[in-house]
Nanobody, 123 residues
Framework: VQLQASGGGLVQAGGSLRLSCAAA????????VGWFRQAPGKEREFVAS????????DYAESQKGRFTISRDYGKNTVHLQMDSLKPEDTAVYYC?????????????????WGQGTLVTVSS
């Protein structure tokens, strides 16, 4: 599965961005799609995930209430809506896909990765 992440950019604190993850050549059917982020000098961390077939979502505790993950069947795309952004949300955001429905919150549990999209939140 080839993943294409997009939607990053520069935004002021308190603003919003919507990231998109598209699958090239196939659907996400049977997969859990997740978002991770990696800030400079830090390890990659889980942000949120969703099962394509049932829409079951999972969020990192620090993102609950600010970030929303969703899926668009028509566009074969998973979105990450990020609201009330903070400077500490600055990172490269990666989308990833894992076969199966079980919750997965570590990088090693995902099989396919997109190229990453940079989000910069200014104070």
């Amino acid at each position: 599965v080839q993943l294409q992440a997009s939607g990053g950019g520069l935004v002021q604190a308190g603003g919003s961005l919507r990231l998109s993850c598209a699958a090239a050549g196939r659907t996400f059917s049977g997969y859990r799609v997740g978002w991770f982020r990696q800030a400079p000098g830090k390890e990659r961390e889980f942000v949120a995930s969703i099962t394509w077939s049932f829409g079951s979502t999972d969020y990192a505790e620090s993102q609950k209430g600010r970030f929303t993950i969703s899926r668009d069947y028509g566009k074969n795309t998973v979105h990450l809506q990020m609201d009330s952004l903070k400077p500490e949300d600055t990172a490269v955001y990666y989308c990833a896909a894992a076969r199966g429905m079980a919750p997965r919150t570590t990088s090693a549990q995902y099989d396919y990765w997109g190229q990453g999209t940079l989000v910069t939140v200014s104070s």
